[in-house]
């Protein structure tokens, strides 16, 4: 087969996405989600141990309750449900190319993923894997265009493929009411004696086309694989936000630690899936009543690990007061860092050394704050009071100052102090004698032109300095002091 895809249907999404984020999910408990249709409460959607009761889609609430009192029902949630399967398209996405949302599935594109996973039985072996780690229901079709692969949806997740006289067999086979159309041309079907959509694709396509409608015509093409689907397809989003509410509250700082790895996990998977890593994360913190509290986590070095992750926000999180009772814990990352391979070391462990290095950093970081590191670096400045300077620590410093041949002292004074000439001798502490030099520095020239003449001195008991002359006002200062 040259097009292969495949279509994951989720029947329970509306249940896994209102349950998704609960620290203890109700497993032993019938569950039902409700939406209102028609002015009434009706069950859209309900687990396995609520249809054993006889609970099914389209009963009135009341009815349902009648049937079974210890029915679980939450009221459906649209905006979770997307939620959900914007992470599982984001799942889907590393195992292949071509992603399109449905309502209550993904279509995957399988054509050329073979050999990235050796074959298609361990490609459908682990996206299976991954997928129910997030939801616990999944059903899967197989066809050679989205729409067939959506039609072909059965009752079980594929172990093995099937080849492409399997596949049209089924696609025959297939009840015509499945195929996408209106009212009134499934009552065509009907007085036609049309059962399946092989006696529909029996007729010539020029008989189809007087019979029935334009967008029938176009069903046929893309269920043909005859037009390509135009479907928008997946991309992950260029900014992180995800969030988890608790109705009940959270009343402790442990009591934070699930919904903050819960989505610390979901931003590792979005970080695998875009291969970056984040320099930056926040924290918000939300409660029923009140103002909420934030936390910025600054990183030394970028990461993608969410237990590390969990361990720095843990650290700073002891020193952050929160509100009694927290009801939205949220996560947002908009700073991102490509992923470039890094170098192999034949003769030693440089790449451990950094990274411990840069957990060390980071804990300081969370447990001190961002103010209380930093490191000297050196500036492009040819002047030496304005060459040193101070920044958070980073093993990735450059250094670009062009360190001078002459001796200088490792200290420097806070500024420099002038020195005193008497009879034509300089004169600071003791009598002052040049040892050598000059050495000429010039800084800032385009706006106030600053040239200097240093010299290496010394007095009568040995000490050295380090002393220059200004071009300008031909004064004397001392600098810095030798050891």
Not at 24 to 53: E, F, G, H, Y
Not at 172 to 182: C, F, H
Not at 345 to 373: M, T
């Amino acid at each position: 087969m040259q097009n292969i895809w495949l279509y994951v249907h989720f029947p329970e999404l509306a249940i896994e996405a209102v349950l998704l984020d609960m620290d203890k999910l109700p497993v032993d408990k019938p569950i039902a989600i409700s939406s209102p249709q028609k002015n009434a409460q009706r069950i859209v959607c309900c687990n396995q141990l609520a249809k054993t009761w006889g609970i099914e889609p389209s009963l009135s609430l009341s009815t349902a309750l009648a049937i079974c009192p210890q029915l679980m029902v939450v009221v459906k949630n649209i905006r979770q449900e997307e939620r959900l399967l914007q992470r599982l398209a984001l799942i889907s996405y590393s195992f292949s190319p071509e992603v399109i949302v449905d309502t209550n599935g993904l279509w995957l594109n399988l054509s050329g993923c073979e050999q990235l996973f050796q074959s298609y039985q361990e490609w459908l072996k682990r996206l299976q894997a991954k997928l129910l780690m997030q939801v616990a229901f999944i059903v899967t079709g197989v066809g050679e265009s989205p729409l067939a692969a959506k039609l072909l949806c059965g009752s079980q997740f594929h172990k093995h493929l099937p080849n492409s006289h399997e596949i049209q067999c089924a696609l025959v086979a297939t009840r015509i009411d499945k195929l996408p159309s209106t009212l009134k041309q499934q009552q065509s079907f009907k007085q036609l004696g049309l059962k399946t959509i092989g006696d529909l694709l029996k007729f010539p396509r020029s008989a189809l086309s007087r019979r029935f409608s334009s967008e029938l015509m176009t069903t046929l093409q893309l269920l043909q694989g005859q037009k390509p689907c135009t479907s928008t397809r997946f991309k992950p989003s260029t900014e992180f936000y995800d969030e988890i509410q608790n109705t009940q509250g959270l009343y402790s700082k442990e009591s934070l630690l699930f919904p903050m790895k819960t989505l610390l996990q979901r931003f590792s998977q979005y970080l695998i899936a875009r291969q970056c890593h984040c320099s930056q994360l926040s924290w918000r913190f939300e409660p029923l009543l009140g103002d909420h509290q934030t936390m910025a986590l600054n990183l030394s070095s970028s990461k993608n690990n969410w237990s590390s992750l969990l361990t720095l926000s843990r650290l700073q999180l002891e020193s952050l007061e929160l509100p009694q009772s927290i009801e939205r814990v949220s996560l947002s990352c908009n700073q991102f860092v490509d992923v470039t391979e890094s170098n192999f070391d034949l003769f030693g462990n440089q790449v451990l050394l950094d990274n411990q290095a840069s957990e060390l950093i980071d804990k300081l970081y969370a447990r001190l704050g961002v103010d209380a590191l930093s490191q000297l670096v050196t500036s492009e400045e040819y002047l030496p009071e304005l060459a040193g300077n101070t920044q958070p620590p980073s093993k990735n410093t450059k250094t670009n100052y062009i360190a001078s041949k002459a001796p200088q002292p490792l200290w420097l004074l806070n500024e420099p102090t002038p020195i005193q000439e008497r009879n034509q001798k300089l004169y600071w502490r003791r009598p002052l004698t040049i040892i050598s030099g000059p050495e000429r520095l010039c800084g800032n020239w385009w706006q106030s032109e600053q040239q200097r003449d240093y010299y290496l001195a010394c007095d009568s008991k040995g000490a050295r300095y380090w002393i220059f002359r200004e071009t300008t006002n031909k004064r004397w200062f001392v600098h810095g002091l030798f050891s």
